[in-house]
Nanobody, 111 residues
Framework: QVRLVESGGGLVQPGGSLRLSCAAE????????VAWYRQAPGKQRELVAR???????IYDDSVKGRFTISRDNAKNTVYLQMNDLKPDDTAVYYC?????WGQGTQVTVST
């Protein structure tokens, strides 16, 4: 079955860093854009970052300068490097290739 699998979430203190990974199983990231979304309890799912096949990126204003999305097509993987994490970054983070969603990975930023 073709699916997207996220990993790398966890508990981190404010100011810390995490790197999320999204791996494609049964397919490859070669034809289109891939995005990271997040959803906190009681809030709408929101776009965090997006990357095209060629590497063009878009970021939500709340994460600009702190998060970096990248891709390694040879490994069929997209990454989200998250630095200077804040409590408001707490959410479930989802990978999306504009066709299907990953299962999500929890990121909790707390003291």
């Amino acid at each position: 079955q073709v699916r997207l699998v996220e990993s790398g979430g966890g508990l981190v203190q404010p100011g810390g860093s995490l790197r999320l990974s999204c791996a494609a199983e049964g397919s490859i990231f070669s034809i289109g854009a891939v995005a990271w979304y997040r959803q906190a309890p009681g809030k709408q799912r929101e776009l965090v970052a997006r990357i095209t096949t060629s590497g063009f990126t878009i970021y939500d204003d709340s994460v600009k300068g702190r998060f970096t999305i990248s891709r390694d097509n040879a490994k069929n993987t997209v990454y989200l490097q998250m630095n200077d994490l804040k409590p408001d970054d707490t959410a479930v983070y989802y990978c999306y290739d504009f066709s299907r969603w990953g299962q999500g990975t929890q990121v909790t930023v707390s003291t």
